[in-house]
């Protein structure tokens, strides 16, 4: 991914170094590590031995921790691991919403960022994974599966164009309507389930004229409101 990502940009070496690689537990591994970071770009990565950052977290002094967020604080450790380029570690100790303590270490190349703001932009990952599940769910990506691999992968292209779709809407079609803030389940289940019809015109029968929803749908005024922006969005 790295490699596709690099051919994909195409960046030079001056924009490179302002990439920031953000990676979770999974890809924290020493290795992993060493071999990204000799790639001219940053790096924000969770650490992929909890053993070892159990052990960190014990070892800090109550005074050197700072909140960084709702039961959650953070400390600058020395780097338990010498890796193949400068790199600082932030120790991480939060309480869940259960009660259960975790803790974690960050490894970051974000020298001279305060704490919270490196545990701002590690979390920010966390909107990424929301849209994820919202495809899989709202997109059906979990429930249709294809039996040959290449049918799979037209699947999974489609759902990406559908999200994209999705998402070229959301700042002025659904803007300031009932529906605004709305999710790809709800959007998908809820909006594009109306019931109606359409009507094609033109020399080729290609040019749409005409959409009708249902009138005695709850959502069906609101949403003609929505098509309108839409098709003065697509009027060439």
Avoid at 3 to 11: C, K, R, S, T
Avoid at 13 to 34: H, K
Avoid at 35 to 59: E, S
Avoid at 103 to 130: D, K, S, W
Wanted: proline share 6%.
């Amino acid at each position: 991914m790295v490699l596709m990502a690099e051919q994909v940009l195409a960046l030079p070496p001056a924009r490179l170094a302002r990439l920031l690689w953000r990676l979770d537990a999974g890809f924290g591994t020493d290795a992993g590590i060493n071999w990204l970071l000799p790639r001219r770009c940053q790096l924000l990565v969770k650490g992929f031995n909890n053993r070892r950052a159990k052990k960190v977290v014990g070892q800090v002094p109550d005074e050197d921790w700072v909140e960084v967020g709702p039961r959650k604080w953070a400390a600058p450790v020395p780097n338990v691991v010498r890796y193949a380029c400068r790199t600082e570690t932030l120790a991480l100790d939060w309480i869940t919403g259960t009660g259960k303590e975790k803790c974690a270490l960050l490894i970051h190349q974000l020298f001279g960022q305060a704490p919270a703001e490196i545990v701002r932009l590690y979390n920010a990952r966390g909107g990424m994974e929301t849209e994820i599940r919202g495809d899989k769910v709202g997109l059906q990506l979990v429930k249709r599966r294809k039996h040959a691999w290449p049918a799979q992968a037209v699947w999974v292209v489609l759902t990406d164009l559908a999200h994209n779709l999705l998402k070229w809407t959301d700042e002025w079609m659904w803007h300031g309507s009932d529906f605004q803030g709305y999710g790809p389940l709800r959007i998908v289940q809820d909006l594009l389930t109306i019931p109606g019809r359409v009507r094609f015109g033109g020399r080729k029968g290609d040019r749409l004229e005409m959409v009708a929803l249902q009138r005695s749908h709850p959502y069906a005024r609101k949403m003609q409101s929505c098509l309108q922006r839409l098709f003065r969005e697509l009027k060439p």
